[in-house]
């Protein structure tokens, strides 16, 4: 009898008696946690589309007259630009006040020293904004024409 030639090791063949391990679980805590994430980031992703809408689609549009009454820049954290307009509507009437708020550096920058003088405001409406950084009414002049 003749034994083979040597060469490389055979493997032994494979014991599958032996278990596999056991599947690990996730625990009920981690997927509560999960859970809880994803609420939270559908949440906030959702108010950021709503607030983009709501900012890029205007309730209405329009323009007022008047003489400016107040023009400031107010706030903690958000700082915004707030103005107040006295629109007459005749001689011996008390006068509306009508408040708006401006997002554009350029249209602050010619109503601070048109305080006093009668002015002529373009502006739209945007209702349901979810903060008040934006302004603190719901009216945003976006351009402005002061009257002799």
Request: positive net charge.
């Amino acid at each position: 009898m003749t034994n083979p030639p040597p060469g490389p090791p055979q493997p032994e063949p494979a014991d599958h008696t032996a278990a596999a391990p056991p599947k690990r679980r996730r625990s009920w805590r981690r997927r509560a946690r999960l859970g809880v994430l994803g609420v939270v980031v559908i949440a906030v992703l959702f108010v950021a589309l709503y607030t983009v809408v709501m900012l890029h689609y205007a309730y209405s549009s329009g323009s007022k007259a008047g003489y400016l009454q107040l023009f400031e820049d107010r706030g903690w954290l958000c700082k915004t630009s707030e103005g107040e307009l006295l629109i007459t509507s005749a001689p011996g009437i008390a006068p509306e006040t009508w408040k708006f708020s401006v997002r554009n550096d350029a249209v602050a920058a010619q109503l601070r020293p048109a305080v006093g003088k009668r002015v002529l405001v373009f502006y739209d409406e945007h209702r349901g904004l979810p903060t008040d950084c934006f302004g603190a009414t719901n009216f945003f002049v976006d351009s402005v024409v002061i009257q002799p």
